[in-house]
Every structure is written in C-alpha cells, then in structure tokens.
C-alpha cells in the first residue's frame, strides 16, 4: 500500500468508518479504492495535464491521481466545505510525496475557475448532494479545454433495495405505513438523493455541451448478515453532514414513538439473519 493510501485508508477508518467492524471496512475500503481506479482510468490521465477533484470530501479521487503521477500533474482538490480541505491538506502532508497541489473551496454550480482551463475533471458521489444538477454540468464543460473529459462515479440510489422490501408485513406493526412513507420520500424530485437516474444523467450532460456521453450502469448485489447494532446505524447515520437520516425521514410523517418501535421492529426482524441489498451505480464519462 502506498504511503498516501495508507494514511488516507487509515483516516477514513478512524472516522468515517469508526462504526463499521473490521470487515466491512475492509470490504467498504476495498470497494472505495476499485472505485477510485475506475474512474481515474475513464478519466484517461496523462502527465503535464491539469486536473480537479471537485467535491473531493476525504480526496479518495485526488490521492489516487498523486499516486500515480507525483508532481507530474497540476492537482486540484475542491470542495465547498473547507473541512473536507483541511482533513486533505493534513494526511497530504503527513507524506513526503511530491506534489504540485492547489485547494480550492467552491461549489460545483459556481465554480471560481476561468473557463478552458482544465484538461480532466472527476467526481464521485457528488451530485447526490446537488439538488439542481444542470448547473452543475454547465460548469464542469465550462471549465474544461475543448477535448477535454469529464469522468465521475454516482450511486443511483433512487433504484436501490429499499427497507420494505426487505420486511414482511407480519413483521412490522403499520407495515403499509411504513411502505407509503418510504416510497414517497425515496421518490421525491425535491431530493438530490434520489432525483435523478442514468437517463436524466445522460441527458444533462449533452444538455450542457458534452459530445460524446457515455452513462454506465452497474448492479451489484451484496449480502449481509447484520447484528443490531450495525442496523440501527443504517437507520441513524445521515448520509452526509447536510441530509437527514432515515429515522429522520420517518420522524417527518411518523411521531417519535412510533419511529422507535419500527427500528426495534426492524431490528428484530432482520438481525443476525443473511439479507440481500441490490444497489446501482453509474460511471460517467463525457468528453467536451
């Protein structure tokens, strides 16, 4: 393992991981880092280009491009939350990599960039954070050279196995409550969470000047066996520091008392027994 993984893998166990056992960060890690490769080969990186990371949360992307090419590349870590930036600035210099890397805060609707000045552009996992996605797509070809290629990695979590589906009615007191409730707010256009598929994508992008789009899906079915504890963090945990938890979500339709006793219900139900969860995701990549 390289010396920019290690410290990165190791941040990210001791904090955004810190709930997981063993195992699963392992597993999460691995599967982050296959990620990661993925769309730093679709992004076609080559040295001397110049290259950003927006929305670059704990630099998964960005670490991985100074992997491979040092000081060779002009880096770009951008991110609209100046923590994010400063968590990337701490592990990168607890390396002695070189590099030749810029921080940069912006929010990807608003870019502080000129235009054409960038060779690569990437993101991962970002537009689930962004509630109105073609703006976001009219910087990221703004800013690019002509040629120029735009690679990403998006879960398409409006498609992934919801909580009903893994419960029986018999299960859970209010079952067909539950059920509505989480159908309609797993379906809200208001959400960027879940407001978009790989054909809104896909449209977006050629809607923003983008000539050669390309938007590919993949399922992946994982299996698990959970304990309490591990379900009730699925339920708990936000997704991200500005979107509401799945309890939350609940509490919105549901009073409290009720939103308890469905997680202990569904706790019950699903706990130490194998469960199968389908999730989708897309990997973009979009040339100017």
């Given at each position: 393992?390289?010396?920019?993984?290690?410290?990165?893998?190791?941040?990210?166990?001791?904090?955004?991981?810190?709930?997981?056992?063993?195992?699963q960060k392992?597993?999460?890690?691995?599967?982050?880092?296959?990620?990661?490769?993925?769309?730093?080969?679709?992004?076609?990186?080559?040295?001397?280009?110049?290259?950003?990371?927006?929305?670059?949360?704990?630099?998964?992307?960005?670490?991985?491009?100074?992997?491979?090419?040092?000081?060779?590349?002009?880096?770009?870590?951008?991110?609209?939350?100046?923590?994010?930036?400063?968590?990337?600035?701490?592990?990168?210099?607890?390396?002695?990599?070189?590099?030749?890397?810029?921080?940069?805060?912006?929010?990807?609707?608003?870019?502080?960039?000129?235009?054409?000045?960038?060779?690569?552009?990437?993101?991962?996992?970002?537009?689930?954070?962004?509630?109105?996605?073609q703006p976001?797509?009219?910087?990221?070809?703004?800013?690019?050279?002509?040629?120029?290629?735009?690679?990403?990695?998006?879960?398409?979590?409006?498609?992934?196995?919801?909580?009903?589906?893994?419960?029986?009615?018999?299960?859970?007191?209010?079952?067909?409550?539950?059920?509505?409730?989480?159908?309609?707010?797993?379906?809200?256009?208001?959400?960027?969470?879940?407001?978009?598929?790989?054909?809104s994508l896909?449209?977006?992008?050629?809607?923003?000047?983008?000539?050669?789009?390309?938007?590919?899906?993949?399922?992946?079915?994982?299996?698990?066996?959970?304990?309490?504890?591990?379900?009730?963090?699925?339920?708990?945990?936000?997704?991200?520091?500005?979107?509401?938890?799945?309890?939350?979500?609940?509490?919105?339709?549901?009073?409290?008392?009720?939103?308890?006793?469905?997680?202990?219900?569904?706790?019950?139900?699903?706990?130490?027994?194998?469960?199968?969860?389908?999730?989708?995701?897309?990997?973009?990549?979009?040339?100017?």
């Open positions: 393992m390289s010396e920019i993984c290690k410290n990165w893998s190791t941040w990210l166990k001791k904090t955004r991981f810190s709930y997981m056992d063993e195992q392992e597993q999460t890690l691995n599967w982050l880092i296959a990620v990661r490769d993925s769309v730093l080969n679709l992004a076609d990186l080559k040295e001397g280009q110049k290259i950003a990371d927006f929305g670059c949360g704990s630099g998964l992307l960005a670490f991985g491009v100074l992997e491979r090419f040092e000081d060779k590349v002009e880096l770009i870590f951008s991110d609209k939350f100046q923590d994010c930036l400063d968590e990337c600035k701490k592990i990168l210099n607890e390396t002695n990599i070189k590099n030749n890397a810029k921080f940069l805060i912006s929010d990807v609707s608003d870019i502080k960039l000129e235009k054409n000045c960038l060779d690569r552009l990437m993101t991962r996992s970002v537009l689930v954070h962004v509630k109105e996605k976001a797509f009219n910087e990221f070809c703004r800013i690019l050279k002509p040629t120029g290629i735009y690679a990403a990695f998006e879960p398409i979590i409006s498609e992934n196995t919801r909580y009903y589906e893994l419960l029986n009615s018999n299960q859970i007191s209010d079952y067909n409550d539950f059920q509505k409730a989480e159908k309609e707010f797993m379906e809200n256009p208001n959400d960027p969470l879940v407001n978009f598929n790989a054909e896909d449209k977006n992008l050629y809607e923003a000047g983008f000539t050669d789009v390309t938007v590919n899906v993949q399922e992946a079915a994982s299996k698990y066996i959970p304990t309490k504890e591990a379900i009730l963090n699925w339920l708990i945990t936000p997704p991200a520091p500005d979107q509401k938890s799945m309890k939350e979500r609940f509490l919105e339709y549901f009073d409290e008392k009720k939103v308890d006793n469905f997680i202990l219900e569904v706790q019950n139900a699903l706990s130490q027994k194998e469960v199968k969860i389908t999730s989708k995701t897309a990997f973009i990549k979009a040339m100017k």
